[in-house]
T-cell receptor, first 112, second 114 residues
Framework: DAGITQSPRHKVTETGTPVTLRCHQTENHRYMYWYRQDPGHGLRLIHYSYGVKDTDKGEVSDGYSVSRSKTEDFLLTLESATSSQTSVYFC???????????FGPGTRLTVT | KQEVTQIPAALSVPEGENLVLNCSFTDSAIYNLQWFRQDPGKGLTSLLLIQSSQREQTSGRLNASLDKSSGRSTLYIAASQPGDSATYLCAVRRDGGATNKLIFGTGTLLAVQP
């Protein structure tokens, strides 16, 4: 299995609070991604990174920000959590040779 | 806009049966296609990746084929086992590089009955 960890694995938070999710990889891969998975919508890309300090928006980026100060860490921040951001969040990584994506175990976030 | 469809949405088979899962995509200009499995409450596990220049890939009891011109891929599972029960997702990548984004299908939920 690719060396990807996510923390926390579960979180319950209140509406309006900021939340930060962490993705850590040990593979030294260049590309990192944040997705959310919701029933009826499947997997949707939130943000991605193509290098340290290089990030870009995905299809559902409103209300989210990201940062990547080191190759191994990619942080996802919900600036002011809303109930619509209750979801399962997955981090993924890929190299730049065959571009195969590997996924982390996920974080289940509940916003009350 | 690329759209990826998986049919059927759910499938139940008896143990030992060979089966085929289907994936269709609307834009044939893809870089590669990846098949994943997802167990309940877990992350996605990469099963097979097929580059656009390839016709098929094999791993153990799994065989994935790709027909770019018709916008189709199939995942063949031989001699199915109860441990194969999971949701299977296909995803296509339009190109490599910085815009290296996957477009996912909605998945096929497979149940293999003992």
């Amino acid at each position: 299995d690719a060396g990807i960890t996510q923390s926390p694995r579960h979180k319950v938070t209140e509406t309006g609070t900021p939340v930060t999710l962490r993705c850590h990889q040990t593979e030294n891969h260049r590309y990192m991604y944040w997705y959310r998975q919701d029933p009826g919508h499947g997997l949707r890309l939130i943000h991605y990174s193509y290098g340290v300090k290089d990030t870009d928006k995905g299809e559902v980026s409103d209300g989210y920000s990201v940062s990547r100060s080191k190759t191994e860490d990619f942080l996802l921040t919900l600036e002011s959590a809303t109930s619509s951001q209750t979801s399962v969040y997955f981090c993924a990584i890929s190299d730049r040779v065959v571009y195969e994506q590997y996924f982390g175990p996920g974080t289940r976030l509940t916003v009350t | 806009k690329q759209e990826v469809t998986q049919i059927p949405a759910a499938l139940s088979v008896p143990e030992g049966e060979n089966l085929v899962l289907n994936c269709s995509f609307t834009d044939s200009a893809i870089y590669n296609l990846q098949w994943f499995r997802q167990d309940p409450g877990k992350g996605l596990t990469s099963l097979l990746l097929i580059q656009s220049s390839q016709r098929e890939q094999t791993s153990g009891r799994l065989n994935a084929s790709l027909d770019k011109s018709s916008g189709r891929s199939t995942l063949y599972i031989a001699a199915s086992q109860p441990g194969d029960s999971a949701t299977y997702l296909c995803a296509v990548r339009r190109d490599g590089g910085a815009t290296n984004k996957l477009i996912f299908g909605t998945g096929t939920l497979l149940a293999v009955q003992p």
